[in-house]
């Protein structure tokens, strides 16, 4: 038996987020600490250190066929969410900063609590884009999708989606150094690669679809890395 069996409810996104929404709602309402912002920014960082805790279980135990299944699965909501959470992790920035505005002691708690936010939220953001690599890698194309896939595809075929998926069970749009499917630590691998030299080493992208969201993680990252130096000048 998986040693990790207990993990399979957290599979889906719902019950992560009802498990860290729980925590973080917790540490708000209880932590006895008179600031908001402080009260805020503890609550965020339980939260997300949850969140991540659970996903990354998730992903180190996935194999190439459970990443499938499960980025498959979490394809229908998980728009929204990644949305959600860039939204939120930038807003969470601005929160970091009315902390640190006041805060000049280095090693004050507040300050601390401030790089463990900003250390989070640079986590989840690039968690949630590996997710939606794998969701996008994974998902059914669509038949505009396949035809530029397949130039040659008779036209008759490119109405039905589902019959092509018999033919490519998959978009793709990456194309790792080995023969065989990836699972989500090769997503990990693609992602924090892109975010910490944005360049995509020994990983080509081969269709356009892949190369928009590539190009949107790139702006977003880099705008993320502008904020947080801006905040390490403000200090300093």
């Keep these: ?63 190439a066929e459970q990443t499938y299944v499960l980025a498959r699965r979490q394809e229908m909501n998980h728009q929204a969410i990644f949305l959600l959470v860039i939204f939120v992790a930038f807003a969470s920035l601005f929160v970091i900063a009315g902390v640190l505005a006041r805060n000049k002691d280095l090693f004050s ?39 530029e896939i397949n130039r040659d595809a ?29 699972s989500y630590l090769d997503f990990v691998y693609f992602t924090f690669t892109m975010a910490m030299t944005s360049q995509t080493s020994d990983v080509r992208i081969v269709n356009s679809a892949m190369r928009r969201l590539a190009l949107g993680h790139a702006v977003v990252s880099f705008y993320f890395y502008s904020v947080i130096l801006a905040l390490a000048v403000s200090i300093i």
């Design 109 to 147: 708690p507040e300050v601390g609590l401030a790089i463990v936010a900003i250390f989070g939220s640079w986590l989840l953001l690039h968690t949630m884009f590996t997710l939606h690599y794998a969701a996008f890698y994974y998902r059914e194309p669509t038949a505009a999708e396949f035809s």
């Design 1 to 63: 038996m998986n040693p990790l069996h207990w993990l399979q409810p957290l599979e889906e996104p719902a019950p992560r987020w009802m498990l860290a929404i729980g925590a973080a709602g917790t540490i708000l309402l209880f932590l006895p600490l008179s600031s908001w912002e402080l009260r805020l920014l503890s609550a965020w960082d339980v939260g997300v250190l949850v969140l991540l805790l659970l996903i990354w279980l998730m992903m180190l135990n996935a194999n």
């Design 154 to 182: 008779p036209d008759t075929e490119l109405s039905d989606v589902s019959v092509l998926a018999t033919k490519i069970p998959y978009l793709g749009g990456l194309e790792f150094s080995d023969d065989e499917p990836p």
